[in-house]
Every structure is written in C-alpha cells, then in structure tokens.
C-alpha cells in the first residue's frame, strides 16, 4: 500500500513538473498551427520600408522586404514542426521496433548492430547534405528518409539496451515457450514495457529534427518547407538584424523554446520517474 502511494505521488509530481516546462513549447505550437489564421496581414504583402521600427501596422517590424515579421512569424511555424514531429515518430517507432527485435533475435540482432555500425560512422548532418543536394528533387521527402536513415542507428542502440531487460524476463519466456511469433512478441510483450524510453526518445528525436530541419532550411538545401518559415526567416533577414532585431529574434526565439521546453521537459519525466520508480 505504501509502495502504491509513493507511485501514485511520483507520477503526480512528474506530472507538475513536466507541466512548466513543456507549455513554452505547447503555446509556440498552438500559435504556429492557428498562425496562418490569426496572421494580421499577408506574407507577402509590403507594409512599410524595409526593416522598419515596430509600429501600429506591424508590431514587430518589417523584414528585408519590407514585409511584416508578426504575419511571417505566425505563418512560418506550422510546416516546420509538422517536419519534426514527423522524422521524430518515424525514427522512434522504427528505432523501437529493430530494438525488440534484436534483443529477441540475437542472430538479427548482430546483423543490424553491424548495419547501424556502419551508419554511424558517417556524421548525419554530411550524410543528408549529400543526399539533398545530389537529389535536388527529393525535397522534404529526401530530408524524411535522410534523417530516417541517419537517425535510426543510435537510437535503436538506446532499444536495444532497453529492450534487452524486457526480453530476459519471465513473462517473455513464458510467450516464447507457448510459440508466439515475433510479431506477438515485439508488439505485445516488449514494446508496451518500453514506453518510459519510448516517451524519453521521441522527445529527445523531436529536438534533434527541429535542429535538423532548421539546418537544411538555413543552408538553403533543396526541401519544401514553405517560403517563410522560422529558419529561412533568420537566414534571410540577418543583414537587417541591427536595424529590426526582432526579423531575427522572434523566430529564433521561436525555435530556442520549441527545442529547449521540450529537451527540459523530457528530461524532467526521465529524472523523476527514475527517482519514484517502485523497486
């Protein structure tokens, strides 16, 4: 009973301290997917000269073209988190699965440690530039499977390790003596007992494919993220920084929170829920 309270009061405090940290990045978020909505003015439309003062007909000044950073800002988030959250769900859920299957499998498990091996040993950030501009065409479909491919092998090395607790304990040997299939193992057996380091790494995934993204967008590789977005929005407006700091600061700030309110917040649940965790 005891130990049963000291659970319930470990995930009622991880709760409140996961709640702080995270709602920068969920207000940031809420307003990159209304942004289009709620823009006072078009993207494209002047308002004034370029990289004007703020002012009653743009709040945050105007960019190097003369056009309205506010509406820019509040158009220019949605496409690029929808990137991220995409490459961080294809890499988790990828990961997680050829973890479970390498701690089932030994002999498959050698086999994809030898391929990730082999991947790791070429920087991600090279290997998707190579991609991006040997294939001009591929746009953010080649960024999707560039970070697929590039990201997977670490974090499958994380599943693995996981995974292989999981994959030594009673109840799975119990499955495996009854002739379940890999796929009853994997789906029902290991990969509902690994949803602490599932949680952890799609939040840590996420971080590194916001970064990802806004690093092709910056060094102008061939995607498809929109003309205005957080990234090409700092890119292009640098010149004027002194002159409108905020064509440059709002979305850099923009960026800073999403990726540092979630890397806190994953790191608050990961911490805690190891402290509170029953024995």
């Known amino acids: 009973m005891i130990g049963l309270r000291s659970n319930d009061i470990a995930h009622a405090a991880t709760r409140w301290l996961v709640i702080p940290t995270v709602a920068p990045a969920a207000v940031v978020t809420v307003f990159a997917v209304l942004g289009p909505m709620l823009a006072p003015h078009s993207t494209e439309e002047a308002r004034g000269i370029p990289f004007g003062d703020p002012g009653a007909g743009a709040w ?88 697929l491919v590039f990201g997977t092998p670490y974090c499958a090395r ?70 205005s977005n957080w990234a090409v929005m700092v890119r292009d407006n640098a010149s004027g920084m002194l002159l409108n700091p905020w064509s440059v600061l709002a979305p850099s700030l923009a960026i800073a929170i999403v990726a540092v309110s979630v890397n806190l917040a994953v790191s608050t649940f990961g911490r805690e829920g190891r402290r509170w965790r029953l024995p």
């Open 158 to 227: 994380v599943f693995v390790a996981a995974a292989a607790e999981v994959a030594a304990s009673g109840y799975v040997h119990s499955a495996q003596a009854a002739g379940e299939s890999l796929p009853h193992l994997v789906f029902r057996e290991v990969v509902p007992n690994l949803r602490e380091v599932l949680t952890t790494q799609l939040g840590l995934r996420f971080v590194d494919a916001v970064y990802l993204v806004s690093t092709a967008s910056f060094l102008q590789l061939p995607t498809t993220f929109g003309p």
């Open 60 to 147: 945050l000044g105007t960019d190097r073209l003369g056009r309205d950073v506010l509406s820019q800002l509040l158009s220019g988030g949605a496409g690029l988190l929808l990137l991220s959250v995409v490459i961080a769900v294809l890499v988790t859920a990828t990961s997680c699965v050829l973890g479970a299957v390498a701690a089932l499998r030994p002999r498959i498990g050698a086999v994809i440690e030898f391929g990730t091996d082999f991947v790791i040993l070429l920087p991600a950030v090279l290997g998707i530039l190579l991609v991006l501009t040997s294939w001009p065409g591929v746009g953010a479909y080649g960024l999707i499977v560039s970070a």
